[in-house]
């Protein structure tokens, strides 16, 4: 079958825009409810007031608004780079910036590097002012920020950085093994995202979550004693257990563990535990390099009494109980192997991609069609992983958000069967107030995009097999 790359740009362009509408047509569906849902729905009277209702209402409304208006800045922004040749104009810019230090067009996976750097400062500059308003204005309203604007910006620089550094060097080894791994060098390529992502899970909990937030021992106590029964009752190897403090940032609340084999580690955030009051002589460890940084933890900190008192007034987070409910729920995605799952399917789909990436990355066509003449590798993965697989990702990250759901509801029973439902039901409900989470949504909306199920689906799962 003959095709053209009139063709191939426009289907690009057409998928763009149906994949946009869909988007667009989900949110409004969902944005109605928010609308028009005014009354706390009968399943939840006897726990959920109307105030908190309405709040969370409100705030879910700006964001939906939010998300609308930047959509449509970013649906326009991407098809006008399409539609000017943005990407072969960078290419050539980052080409005649190599020129002047002597570097030819011979050094493919140099040039590479550069556009990639040019690309990512690009969309930095683009995307600061909407993650701005997000931060300050949306959720500053709403009362879950808790930033100040020089230690945003710092850990946007920050996040930057560290984020270079680590995928420039992955960037140019996968060209390189592209180039010189002849005809399988899908298979070689394969290998090495393994080992990369492997290695990026073990180092990430030492060497670079910390350079983002402080984590601390959870102090000994009658929470730790427990979590460390409840860890030893399904043989779980807890190796460490870390409060981190997400409070610095907003005041969201989580839990996570992480880690390989029998060196497993329990994260929770400081919002989620009600009683919980960071080492206060911590703070002097921090290395302060100049007057800026001191005035800036100064100012942290007078946030941090704020946020504290707020706290007690609003008492925000759960109790001892309900951590272990909620912990029981994510031991139980250790337990029925979650994660390992999700790494399995990540690794054929991986393997796959790259392997239909070896069929289609010669053909001149694709690269016409956005506008170059040359071909070069980086761009190839661009166009074909990005653009030419969309229709396929759409699908695939369905299928993912459906089967996390399924995964959900799986450790939520597993947290049952450790007589932890009723708990967990009260954390939930807890959760969902402080995170000022919607109880109610669309059906399709949050088919097409709810990683979690609903609120209400969770506690009546709970329910029904309560104990
Ligand atoms: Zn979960």
Redesign the pocket.
């Known amino acids: 079958m003959e095709i053209s790359d009139v063709d191939i740009f426009r289907y690009v362009l057409v998928f763009l825009w149906v994949v946009y509408l869909w988007e667009t047509y989900l949110s409004y569906r969902q944005r109605t409810i928010y609308r028009n849902a005014t009354k706390v729905p009968k399943e939840l009277e006897n726990v959920l007031d109307q105030e908190t209702f309405e709040k969370a209402r409100l705030y879910q409304l700006d964001k939906s608004n939010f998300g609308f208006w930047s959509n449509i800045y970013s649906q326009i922004e991407s098809t006008v780079i399409l539609l000017i040749g943005g990407l072969p104009w960078l290419w050539s810019v980052a080409g005649r910036l190599m020129d002047r230090y002597n570097y030819g067009s011979e050094y493919e996976i140099t040039q590479s590097i550069v556009f990639t750097l040019l690309a990512t400062i690009f969309s930095t500059i683009t995307s600061l002012p909407w993650s701005i308003y997000s931060t300050f204005v949306i959720e500053e309203k709403h009362g879950f920020n808790k930033q100040t604007l020089g230690f945003f910006l710092k850990d946007q620089v920050k996040k930057l950085v560290v984020m270079q550094c680590i995928a420039l060097p992955i960037t140019a080894s996968l060209i390189y093994i592209i180039k010189v791994g002849g005809d399988y060098f899908f298979i070689y390529v394969w290998l090495f995202t393994l080992v990369v992502s492997l290695l990026l899970i073990t180092i990430y909990a030492d060497y670079i979550a910390p350079l983002f937030d402080k984590f601390t021992p959870l102090p000994e106590g009658d929470l730790r004693s427990k979590i460390e029964e409840l860890a030893a009752s399904i043989n779980f190897p807890l190796k460490k257990l870390y409060v981190v403090d997400g409070s610095k940032r907003s005041s969201h609340s989580n839990a996570y563990f992480y880690g390989f084999y029998k060196n497993k580690r329990i994260v929770l955030f400081d919002t989620l535990l009600q009683d919980y009051v960071a080492p206060k002589d911590d703070k002097k460890d921090d290395k302060t390099d100049n007057d800026e940084e001191q005035k800036k933890n100064e100012e942290e900190e007078g946030k941090e009494e704020e946020s504290n008192e707020e706290k007690k007034k609003k008492k925000q987070g759960c109790n001892n109980e309900e951590v272990l409910a909620v912990l029981s729920?994510?031991l139980?995605?250790w337990k029925l192997n979650h994660n390992l799952k999700n790494l399995v399917i990540g690794q054929i789909n991986t393997f796959l991609c790259f392997m239909m990436f070896a069929l289609l990355m010669n053909r001149k066509e694709l690269f016409t069609a956005f506008g170059f003449t040359t071909q070069p590798t980086l761009i190839g993965l661009l166009i074909i992983f990005q653009f030419i697989f969309s229709p396929y990702n759409e699908v695939l990250s369905f299928c993912m958000t459906a089967l996390s759901r399924k995964?959900?509801f799986q450790?939520?029973d597993f947290a049952k069967t450790l007589h932890r439902a009723n708990k967990l039901k009260s954390a939930l409900i807890k959760l969902n107030k402080d995170n000022l989470g919607f109880p109610i949504s669309d059906w399709l909306y949050s088919t097409w995009h709810f990683s979690?199920p609903p609120l209400i689906e969770r506690l009546n799962a709970l329910e029904n097999k309560s104990d």
Do not use: I, L, P, T
């Open positions: 729920h994510e139980g995605h995964f959900e450790a939520d979690h």
